[in-house]
């Protein structure tokens, strides 16, 4: 799976946080959820991390959690 790639964020001054894929605004973040948000960031790959907390990280295995054991019916 592909690294994620061509986020961005920005922070505001009423501490909320922006964050863009492309150029485009894939989330808002405010108050607590913003500063857990900015820890992690801090802390970790930020691309990973806004990739994660904008929903935009499963992508390319779905077809091999489709066939897994566990999944079939």
Partial sequence: ???P???TYTERADG???I???G???GVLRGARAERFLTEVA???AQVVMARWTGNYRRGNE???RDH???RR
Avoid: E, I, L
Wanted: hydrophobic fraction near 30%.
């Fill in 69 to 71: 054991p566990r999944n």
């Fill in 24 to 26: 485009r605004d894939a």
């Fill in 43 to 45: 802390a970790g790959d």
């Fill in 1 to 3: 799976m592909p690294r």
């Fill in 16 to 18: 909320s946080v922006t």
């Fill in 63 to 65: 077809r091999q959690a």
């Fill in 5 to 7: 790639q061509g986020f």
């Fill in 20 to 22: 863009s894929h492309a």
